[in-house]
């Protein structure tokens, strides 16, 4: 008797040291988007830690698509799904929806967001606090470089083993940018 084949593989968590080539693999990927989303879209983010300069990161490009409001979006599906994009729903974050490309091997992570959705102002007061704060990076990628080694083919422990470190540096960065994204 042959076993079905695991429709989810374990993934090796890779994380590893800046790469400045990455800047320009987001504006190679980008570049297409904003064509094809012009002048729906009024912008395309470079998000996560390898738009932060110097940080350790997955080697994942990190995209944020994002538009004046929600009504937009049918239009905006149908736009990325010329280009080959997958619509993949919100996988659980409500105010963002993730397109995948279809080879499943992009390395990038797209999301479409509108302006006024909390997930977008945490990217970007994340990327950008720890832009300005190389210490807190360094911190940030030392811990994900631990965690890697922890948790090799554990997204989860991954994830939950970097929420208290993300808290603190997101509460430091709203309290240093006036804007505060999490109610007391």
Not at 23 to 49: C, D, W
Not at 112 to 135: A, E, G, K, M
Request: hydrophobic letters at 35%; glycine letters at 8%; charged letters at 20%.
């Amino acid at each position: 008797m042959r076993l079905p084949k695991d429709p989810t593989p374990i993934r090796t968590i890779e994380v590893v040291p800046y790469d400045p080539a990455w800047p320009a693999q987001f504006e190679a990927i980008a570049a297409p988007i904003r064509a094809k989303l012009s002048p729906l879209a009024l912008g395309v983010e470079h998000v996560g830690s390898t738009s932060v300069p110097g940080l350790t990161a997955k080697p994942i490009i990190d995209l944020d698509v994002v538009i004046s409001s929600r009504l937009q979006l049918p239009e905006v599906v149908s736009k990325l799904t010329e280009l080959g994009y997958v619509h993949e729903g919100n996988l659980g974050i409500p105010g963002r929806e993730a397109f995948m490309w279809p080879d499943g091997n992009g390395r990038h992570h797209l999301y479409v967001c509108s302006v006024n959705t909390p997930n977008l102002h945490y990217h970007l007061l994340f990327r950008d606090y720890l832009r300005q704060h190389p210490d807190k990076a360094l911190e940030y990628g030392q811990l994900k470089e631990k965690l890697a080694k922890q948790y090799p083919g554990d997204m989860d422990g991954y994830s939950e083993g970097k929420q208290d470190l993300i808290s603190r540096l997101m509460q430091e960065a709203e309290a240093l940018s006036g804007f505060a994204l999490h109610q007391p």
